[in-house]
């Protein structure tokens, strides 16, 4: 059974943290969840269900599981970032070497209507392009 979102309560899908970027999770872990409806993160040190692509979330995520979780773990460092600078540049950075363009991922996740994210993520998103620039 997948988790359950501790702040909306909607069901999460399970991931791998890559393991180029699990360093940089928010918290200690190699798995993660990641909210259906408000794209809370959640980091596991156990094995966690993983059993549905991040796509099903959003089309906005790329099709790569690889990427996808870099994404996802980039939308779980937005939270705060100030405490995450770091770590945000460094998935981003990460992201841009695959040829993923965070900024336009996370462009479509706040146009995507079906989410209703847990932060300001286009104020957020917004912060990021000035901290990149």
Same mark, same amino acid.
């Given at each position: 059974m997948a988790p359950q979102c501790g702040l909306c309560r909607a069901e999460m899908? *399970?991931?791998? /943290?890559?393991e180029s970027i699990v360093e940089f999770a928010p918290a200690q872990g190699t798995f993660a969840s990641l909210c259906r409806v408000c794209l809370t993160l959640e980091v596991h040190e156990t094995?966690? !269900?993983?059993? !549905?692509?991040? +796509?099903? /979330? +959003?089309?906005?995520?790329?099709?790569? %599981?690889? %990427? #996808?979780?870099? /994404?996802? /773990? $980039?939308? *779980?460092?937005?939270?705060? $970032? #100030? &405490?995450?600078?770091?770590?945000?540049?460094?998935?981003?950075? !990460?992201l !841009?070497?695959? *040829?993923?363009?965070a900024l336009l991922v996370l462009d479509r996740l706040i146009d995507d209507s079906? $989410?209703?994210?847990?932060? @300001? &993520? @286009?104020?957020?998103?917004y912060q990021l392009g000035q901290l990149l620039e």
């Open positions: 899908v *399970g991931f791998v /943290i890559p094995a966690i !269900e993983v059993d !549905e692509p991040l +796509s099903v /979330i +959003s089309a906005a995520f790329p099709d790569d %599981e690889t %990427e #996808a979780a870099m /994404i996802a /773990i $980039l939308v *779980g460092l937005l939270d705060s $970032l #100030a &405490l995450h600078r770091r770590a945000i540049q460094a998935v981003v950075f !990460e !841009e070497s695959v *040829g993923v363009d079906s $989410l209703r994210p847990a932060i @300001d &993520l @286009d104020r957020r998103v």
